[in-house]
């Protein structure tokens, strides 16, 4: 089921009671059917609300939200979410404690809207904790189950109904860290072989681009980039999409030198540097040049290469196993790098370090 | 949820599609608008009427006239007011002292003591201010009897009453600072249980000697906790009817309560323009000390001494005074409860009255219990009392979940009006509540339906005075529930009430007992408001008690020695209840 959303606005008292202050403004985006959504930003920046909206669960004060050819809200009207054709998965898992495994998943089934006969009810409830491989858990109650187990129910229980569309509201955040891998593995197959579009919200930045086709990243009620998780991760529109997918490093400069090949130069307090310049910026602006820092190479010396260097000090170096993260002062500036762990640093070391132009970024200053 | 419709629609299928998406709340809040406001404000239209109610011939303030200028009105007041303040102070004083000594010091038996604090809440007020009229009664009382002989013994002439007379303001003072305890002992223990100990032991270590410390420290501290369990006694005092009815009226004692009900029930004819006159001013003065005393625990919570961390204060040893401590719970216990109960039972062991003595040990008999069963009456006043106890737990208890889950879920302007409407009747004395329906339902358009003089407007009596009660401890427990069990059931495609029964009720299901078994005791005990209403088909087993009171005392006691029997063990188990629920939060 395709999921348009245009315009969405949402305003909240704030805490004091005096004035208001916007959670969403103008929120669009549009979701293909069977498509895995992310909205990915940190926590107040209206990803859930968004959710909530879409949901039921809120009304927005101004825009549409439709599932497929249905309008389910707009300005002055909101269809209750008992009515919705959707499946939702809560960060707290919602699990009831007062039912078993088996009854909490077939609720939709014997109280929602769509009720079915006991036997089909109790067929589609086992093929569904079959899928999750929780057949041997139906008639424990809900409270003796894991973090991990409940979260499964509350999948279940998501998707016993057929909905076409799953929310998912941070599912993942209360449960450890090699559970959260696992499920994460798993709703992605299960969305997947189901069929259904799903929007995820997350704060994790890693979730989100390892589970999503797309990813919307928001930021202060706004949606501020929205892409396929690579393309986001290579080409963020803003420092602030820069800094949130992942680390990066950035450096004031403006651009002394434009060509025709895009290779243009840029000068920073660290030296004059190569970079593909992106049309829409022109010589003489002022730019952020933004570097990764698993981007950089560690030398010894500045000289035998056309790529870029900088100069500087190890003032401490953290070994991660996979690689070596170093923190390094230049000009003033402490700067990330991410080395091979084969490498050797050692603290108080003096080092350049490389980068190619294809590695960097420029963005315009003003963006921050 | 807000209240939303479609925006394309025309204006007809709109408000249909309003009345469909909010029937739950209109529902609830027509219904608490019935209960509460309509009766109240039909008392206000009353005051202002002349002649009976159900035909007034037409507007004045001549009732109001006839109150302002009753010189009996203002003593009536004035006596009110002395009665339940001079009461408070006795039983604060007292409720402070005990619950000092039963959490904070080496007072042996402390266990007992706990039990023999709780059981006088098994006796009703009526059959205690009864037991004690028995003792006290100028002529005939028991004891009053007893003094008599030993003053003749030691040759005074004691003539043929007193020494004591119950039937006195002074006697109504005691009656209420005795019954006054429990409820102020119960508000005030907690905080001396919570209360943190390096507050004292600062003191203490600053060369502050134990007394000072006590007084300087502990009192200080305590004092917000103190004062608002006083307040709310003193509010429950002003509106006692039971022993007013039964030791003020014989002895001519009016109190505001007992002048509305015989104002409407007794004289002859009913005046019920000034009655409501009465009503109208009585309330006005609950709302006054109600907000006053939300002022107060306002108060109170900003002073937070009470940390809530649990942790067992310092034991004060008080030496060679634990004995005589305990014999203060024991004297307490002899007065609240031995004696009043002993007197009740002697009684309803004789054919007629008689002051205890061995001379008259040859007369017991059961006859007056057996009496009980065999008048014709008693089947359909035992199932009057068993509806009415039944039907009214439930209907209010029903009721308060759902108006406590707007008012927690609920936003905007709705839900304040409705957290205030369900809190008034806090300030409307029974005897009000009872007068205002029976006003209500004896002129139109209310008595068409045709509940006065049914169980029914009993019900609706009783569910209106406990509403306050049962929404508090609906709020406290639906706060405790995750708004995302209940978004999950409705996102799962159940419809709100659908959700509300399926889910929210059953969560809270032990708070919902718990205030049920609250409401089914305190219906089965209640006695102004059937009294008030009663009618030849409504009557209830404490109404019937007091038809027997009046004309053959030794029934009526039988019936109370068995109304008391029958309340202990509901009492004690509505308390394990409420310390359990308690422990879960």
Same mark, same amino acid.
């Given at each position: ?112 809207? &769509? !009720? @079915?006969?006991? $036997? ?6 086992? =093929? #569904? +904790?079959? *899928? ?18 409940? &979260? !499964? @129910?509350?999948? $279940? ?6 909905? =076409? #569309? +799953?929310? *998912? ?200 | ?585």
């Amino acid at each position: 089921m395709e999921i348009t959303v245009t315009n969405l606005t949402k305003n909240f008292s704030s805490m004091d009671g005096e004035g208001k202050f916007a959670a969403l403004s103008d929120v669009s985006f549009k979701i293909k059917q069977g498509q895995f959504y992310t909205l990915l930003g940190p926590s107040g920046c209206g990803k859930s609300t968004t959710l909530r909206c879409i949901a039921g669960l809120e009304d927005p004060d101004d825009g549409e939200i439709r599932l497929g050819d249905q309008l389910v809200a707009a300005r002055g009207m909101s269809m209750p979410p008992n009515e919705r054709p959707i499946g939702m998965v809560f960060q707290s898992y919602a699990i009831w404690p007062h039912m078993t495994v088996f009854n909490n998943v077939a609720f939709p089934l014997k109280h929602g809207r &769509q !009720r @079915v006969s006991k $036997a089909e009810r109790t067929r589609r409830v086992m =093929e #569904v +904790l079959s *899928l999750m491989q929780m057949e041997h858990l139906a008639h424990r109650p809900a409270p003796y189950l894991s973090g991990g187990q409940q &979260q !499964r @129910v509350a999948l $279940a229980r998501a998707l016993v109904s057929s909905s =076409e #569309v +799953l929310l *998912l509201d941070e599912p993942l955040s209360n449960l450890d860290a090699k559970l959260r891998e696992d499920l994460r593995a798993e709703i992605k197959d299960l969305t997947r072989k189901l069929g259904v579009t799903a929007i995820y919200v997350t704060h994790d930045q890693l979730e989100a681009l390892a589970m999503s086709d797309r990813i919307a990243v928001m930021h202060g009620g706004k949606i501020v980039q929205e892409a396929a998780p690579r393309e986001l991760y290579l080409n963020p529109k803003t420092s602030f999409v820069a800094q949130f997918i992942g680390q990066i490093n950035f450096f004031d400069g403006q651009i002394v030198e434009t060509q025709n090949s895009n290779l243009g130069a840029v000068e920073t307090a660290h030296g004059t540097w190569r970079c593909s310049v992106p049309s829409t910026l022109s010589k003489g602006q002022k730019v952020q040049v933004a570097v990764r820092p698993e981007a950089f190479r560690v030398s010894p010396s500045a000289e035998g290469t056309v790529n870029n260097t900088l100069e500087g000090k190890v003032e401490k170096s953290v070994f991660l196993g996979e690689a070596i993260e170093c923190f390094i002062r230049s000009a003033g500036k402490m700067i990330t790098a991410k080395v091979s762990a084969t490498k050797d640093v050692i603290d108080g070391q003096s080092i350049f370090l490389r980068f190619s132009p294809e590695a960097c970024l420029l963005l315009p200053a003003e963006s921050n | 949820m807000a209240v939303t419709f479609p925006v394309e629609q025309a204006l007809l299928p709109r408000i249909w599609q309003w009345l469909r998406t909010n029937t739950m709340s209109i529902i609830v809040i027509g219904l608490v608008i019935f209960l509460v406001f309509v009766p109240i404000s039909r008392l206000l239209i009353s005051s202002f009427q002349l002649g009976h109610p159900a035909f007034p011939d037409g507007w004045t303030l001549s009732n109001y006239e006839s109150a302002f200028t009753a010189e009996n009105f203002y003593i009536t007041l004035a006596r009110t007011f002395w009665i339940a303040a001079v009461g408070t102070v006795i039983s604060l004083a007292l409720a402070v002292l005990l619950a000092f000594l039963v959490e904070r010091t080496d007072m042996p038996f402390r266990n007992l003591a706990w039990v023999m604090i709780l059981i006088p809440m098994a006796i009703p007020g009526i059959l205690f201010a009864m037991g004690w009229n028995l003792l006290l009664a100028p002529k005939s009382g028991a004891v009053n009897v007893f003094l008599r002989d030993v003053l003749s013994m030691v040759g005074g002439s004691p003539g043929d009453q007193g020494p004591v007379n119950l039937y006195s303001v002074g006697g109504l003072i005691f009656l209420d600072g005795i019954r006054g305890v429990t409820t102020i002992f119960l508000m005030v223990v907690g905080s001396f249980r919570m209360m943190d100990p390096t507050l004292e032991e600062a003191a203490r270590v600053s060369k502050a000697s134990r007394i000072t410390t006590f007084f300087k420290v502990t009192l200080p501290a305590l004092s917000p906790a103190i004062l608002a369990a006083g307040m709310y006694s003193f509010i429950l005092s002003m509106e006692s009817f039971e022993a007013a009815l039964a030791v003020g009226l014989p002895g001519g004692v009016f109190v505001l309560s007992t002048l509305i009900y015989f104002t409407t029930r007794v004289q002859p004819p009913p005046d019920y323009g000034l009655g409501a006159v009465f009503g109208v001013i009585f309330m006005a003065i609950m709302i006054l000390l109600l907000i006053l005393y939300r002022r107060a625990v306002n108060h109170a919570e900003r002073f937070s001494t009470i940390t809530g961390k649990g942790f067992r204060p310092r034991i004060i040893s008080i030496g060679k005074w634990r004995y005589p401590a305990f014999f203060l719970f024991l004297a307490y216990f002899v007065i609240a409860v031995v004696l009043p109960f002993a007197i009740l039972a002697w009684v309803a062991l004789l054919p007629s009255y008689r002051p205890p003595s061995l001379d008259v040990l040859h007369l017991l008999t059961f006859k007056n219990f057996a009496a009980v069963f065999q008048d014709p009456a008693i089947w359909k006043v035992l199932w009057n009392t068993l509806v009415l106890m039944l039907i009214t737990a439930t209907v209010t208890m029903l009721l308060a979940f759902f108006v406590s889950w707007m008012i927690v879920r609920g936003h905007g302007k709705g839900k304040t009006a409705l957290d205030i409407l369900v809190f008034v009747p806090l300030a409307v004395p029974g005897i009000v509540i009872a007068m205002a329906l029976m006003i209500a339902y004896l002129s139109p358009p209310l008595n068409y339906l045709r509940i006065y003089g049914t169980i029914w407007i009993l019900v609706v009596g009783l569910a209106v005075t406990y509403l306050p009660f049962c929404t508090r401890l609906m709020n406290a427990a639906i706060v405790q529930i995750h708004k995302d069990l209940e978004h999950a059931a409705q996102v799962s495609g159940a419809k709100l009430f659908r959700t509300l029964v399926v889910v929210t009720l059953p969560l809270l299901m032990p708070a919902f007992i718990a205030g049920w078994i609250w409401v089914a005791v305190h219906s089965l005990r209640a006695f102004a408001i059937p009294l008030m209403l009663a009618g030849r088909n409504n009557q209830v087993f404490a109404v019937l008690l007091w038809e027997y009171w009046e004309k053959s005392m030794p029934v009526a006691c039988a019936m109370g020695v068995l109304l008391i029997l029958a309340l202990i063990p509901l009492t004690l188990l509505l308390r394990k209840f409420i310390s359990q629920i308690n422990r879960q939060q």
